[in-house]
């Protein structure tokens, strides 16, 4: 047995090892299995008791982007569809496959990697213990602490990472990735694990991470408005040859996840509207509302998931994407800003006994914009409708912390996210503070939007319209729209004049950190040989 998981043919047992990150010996004592056959399981146990049936390519195991698949037979063992070699146990299985990929692969925890019918084994073990404890059989059984639910399971790898911790048992403090104890069934996946800086495994970060400040400014405020998690998408573009990683946009997810039907269409139309921009999924984001804006096991595991399935199966056609915690309310900091950081999963090396990723810290770059886009506003807006009846909605006008008000905060955190334009600045807080506390601005929601969508507008059109019209032509074709957008407070002093710009992108920036250096692409280190990219293009 090597790190509580079996070898090819050897009896599946669960090693006696501590749950979550604790070593201390009289935590150990205290959850330690009493007997050597107390925790035994095998696959034949859960079909003799029914939680199991056997079936055709009812078990699959999916690993750095390979997907294996394989029969549960009669007596227990496992048949491999692609080879038909039958396994003991699904460690030897998992073990099997693994080292098909990867060729000095140790070992293969099954139990918590194969999947039956789409839930990991490690489900149906639980589902198991809990049958036999409701059954009062004594077998000496020590009950699962901080045991996943199955439902838990059945979500944990879905296409899509939008499944909200319960925070209230979240630890407060991060443990560091070394203190991660060998992988087992009932291992607390809500532990903080502290963020590795890239410097510290002597690597420079694979690639260069640019976030809009108007992508930061929704995700920032979606993060605000609940007590409780919420989640949502990135979109942008990824660049190969400068190795950039753009994030343009955020979609907060306006669902509470509980409507399968409402969570499929919501996923279609933020799919189809930065398709139609012409961005990809570039990532993920959600809230730690209390603690610190560090992952979770959990958040680890699901983050290595998509980095590999959404990778493709060239180095040409490899795009990475990243994670991004936002903490709006952790009073343990000084400061009333959110803290936001962006990770990215490493593979787990050999000899790491519990094989979990490595979660990477991504250090990133954001230029302040110019002006505002009508949909950051519309989805500013959608976030309050759709959370303003909820009951873990935040009350703005509360205290947060002394004297200063949920409000204050807010303000605080999205300042420095706002555009440049001093105009848009005034309205758009105006707009954000009336609608998340009604009466703050001194107006109603309704004149702080036409005023916002007429400046915002006034602004684009100028832009768009300047090279090519005389000033006497634009100052009247501004006058007009100021006027059918019935924004009658507005004036022409109002309206940003133009301002020649910096032509440095983000590109550029890309390629002048990272053109000189040597460093290890991100296709590499998830599993894609670079050989492609490496050869003469000429042959």
């Known amino acids: ?69 394989g029969d549960l037979l009669p007596d227990g063992k496992i048949r491999s569809v692609e080879t038909l070699n039958e396994f003991a146990s699904p460690s030897a299985w998992a073990y099997n496959c693994k080292s098909i990929i990867n060729k000095i692969k140790k070992a293969g925890c099954g139990w918590s990697s194969i999947r039956y019918k789409g839930k990991k084994l490690d489900a149906y073990k639980h589902a198991y213990f809990r049958k036999r404890e409701s059954s009062n059989v004594e077998h000496n059984i020590v009950p699962v602490e901080d045991a996943e639910s199955d439902v838990s399971y059945a979500i944990q790898n879905e296409v899509l990472p939008l499944t ?114 012409n961005m990809v999924l570039v990532g993920w984001y959600h809230s730690h509302p209390e603690t610190i804006a560090t992952p979770t096991l959990r958040d680890i595991e699901a983050q290595l998931d998509y980095e590999v399935q959404i990778k493709g199966p060239t180095v040409e056609s490899y795009i990475p994407c990243v994670g991004i915690i936002c903490s709006p309310y952790d009073k343990g900091k000084s400061t009333l800003d959110s803290t936001i950081t962006c ?42 409708d759709f959370n303003k009846y909820e009951p873990d909605v935040i009350n703005f006008k509360d205290k947060y912390k002394n004297d200063v008000t949920y409000l204050e905060k807010l303000k605080i955190s999205l300042m420095d996210k706002f555009p440049k334009d001093d105009t848009i600045h005034r309205f758009l807080w105006n707009f954000l503070s009336e609608i998340v506390c009604i009466g703050s601005s001194g107006d109603t929601a309704k004149n702080n939007l036409q005023n916002l969508i007429a400046v915002i507008s006034s602004r684009q059109l100028l832009l768009s319209t300047s ?17 059918s957008c019935n924004a009658n407070s507005l004036t022409l002093e109002d309206v940003p004049t133009t301002s020649d710009g910096s032509n440095i992108t983000s590109a550029s920036i890309a390629s002048s950190l990272f053109n000189d250096l040597d460093f290890s692409k991100a296709m590499s280190l998830i599993g894609l040989s670079p050989s492609r990219y490496q050869t003469d293009p000429l042959k």
């Not at 090279?467 to 006027?483: D, I, R, W």
């Open 343 to 384: 990770y990215w999963v490493l593979p787990s090396f050999e000899n790491e006994i519990h094989d979990y990723g490595r979660p990477m810290n991504m250090h990133f770059t954001t230029k302040p914009e110019k002006s505002l886009t009508l949909d950051i506003v519309m989805a500013l807006k959608k976030c309050v």
């Open 467 to 483: 090279s090519f019209q005389t000033p006497n032509a634009l100052v009247e074709h501004l006058e007009s729209y100021l006027k």
């Open 1 to 69: 047995m090597v790190n509580g998981c079996e070898m090819n043919g050897t009896a599946v047992v669960d090693s006696d090892v501590t749950v979550g990150p604790s070593t201390s010996s009289a935590r150990s004592n205290k959850r330690r299995v009493r007997g050597t056959t107390s925790r035994t399981v095998t696959l034949q146990m859960l079909l003799e008791t029914n939680i199991l049936e056997p079936g055709n390519s009812v078990l699959s195991l999916e690993y750095m982007g390979q997907r294996f698949v």
């Open 164 to 277: 909200p911790s319960t925070e209230s048992h979240v630890a407060k403090e991060p443990i560091k990735f070394s203190e991660i104890c060998s992988r087992s069934s009932n291992q607390n996946l809500n532990t903080l694990v502290e963020c590795t800086d890239w410097s510290y495994i002597n690597k420079v970060q694979p690639f260069h991470v640019n976030i809009s400040s108007n992508a930061k400014l929704l995700l920032d405020f979606h993060c605000h408005l609940m007590s409780s998690e919420v989640v949502g998408y990135l979109a942008g573009n990824w660049d190969f040859s400068t190795q950039t990683l753009t994030v343009k946009n955020a979609y907060p997810f306006r669902s509470r996840l509980h409507d399968a039907e409402l969570t499929s269409l919501i996923e279609e139309e933020i799919r189809n509207t930065f398709t139609a921009k």
